[in-house]
């Protein structure tokens, strides 16, 4: 099993819309969590943090359950420049990062 | 805020060549550089984690003697890919971890041929 699963995507969804990418972790110990973005050919550039309560930026939800092992992301009113990969990331007890292999979103309009 | 300076963004080698990628952090001391690696719609991988002044740490299945990885000073970290073969072609990013969260070099995109 991998340590952080994603769903595979590709989301193809028209402006306005919303969307919700999932994903899991296998490490119980996981310290903290993460939502990247990563444009075609880039390096990452971090989205938001995730949080046990939850966490709002804008059009932007992010949520952690952690009996669960599973974080989400929520984008309300979808825009075009949101169109990119989206990446989970998960922070091990020993301070190094994992990443899911990400959730393509296209945004048409 | 803080950066991190990769160079080259691109290369292009021979195979049987060594490749040599720069991390540098320019307005902090990065005490402790990831370096990951991306083949095309893969998530990153990581392959090791360096410290300023030790060895560095390898993940299984990465060759510590193909990729050696130096950081000799609280600001540099290189990456030097020996040998290289096609299949050694992939994006290669690194990251340092800072008190606001991890921060990403641009990414070197090696292609072997």
């Known amino acids: 099993r991998k340590e952080v699963e994603q769903d595979p995507g590709p989301f193809n969804v028209p402006e306005g819309a919303t969307v919700a990418f999932n994903c899991t972790y296998s490490?119980?110990?996981?310290?903290?969590f993460f939502w990247y973005r990563q444009d075609c050919r880039k390096e990452p550039k971090l989205l938001m943090s995730?949080?046990?309560s939850g966490n709002e930026d804008g059009r932007f939800t992010a949520q952690l359950n952690r009996a669960s092992q599973y974080i989400s992301l929520l984008i309300r009113d979808s825009k075009l420049s949101d169109s990119a990969t989206y990446l989970c990331?998960?922070?091990?007890?020993?301070?190094?990062?994992?990443f899911g292999a990400g959730t393509r979103l296209t945004v048409k309009p | 805020g803080a950066v991190v300076s990769q160079h080259p963004s691109w290369v292009i080698c021979k195979s049987g060549t060594s490749v040599k990628i720069e991390c540098r952090s320019l307005?902090?001391?990065?005490?402790?550089m990831f370096w990951y690696r991306q083949f095309p719609k893969q998530s990153l991988m990581l392959m090791a984690t360096?410290?300023?002044?030790?060895?560095?740490?390898?993940e299984q299945g990465v060759e510590k003697d193909k990729f050696l990885i130096n950081h000799a000073s609280l600001t540099l970290s290189t990456l030097t890919v020996t040998s290289a073969h096609p299949e050694d072609s992939s994006f290669y990013i690194c990251?340092?971890?800072?008190?606001?969260?991890?921060?990403f070099g641009s990414g070197t995109r090696l292609t072997v041929v």
């Open positions: 995730v949080y046990s």
């Open positions: 490490n119980s110990a996981s310290q903290s």
């Open positions: 990251s340092a971890n800072r008190q606001v969260g991890y921060t």
């Open positions: 307005d902090f001391q990065a005490t402790t």
């Open positions: 360096s410290n300023e002044g030790s060895k560095a740490t390898y």
């Open positions: 990331v998960v922070n091990s007890n020993n301070n190094d990062m994992r």
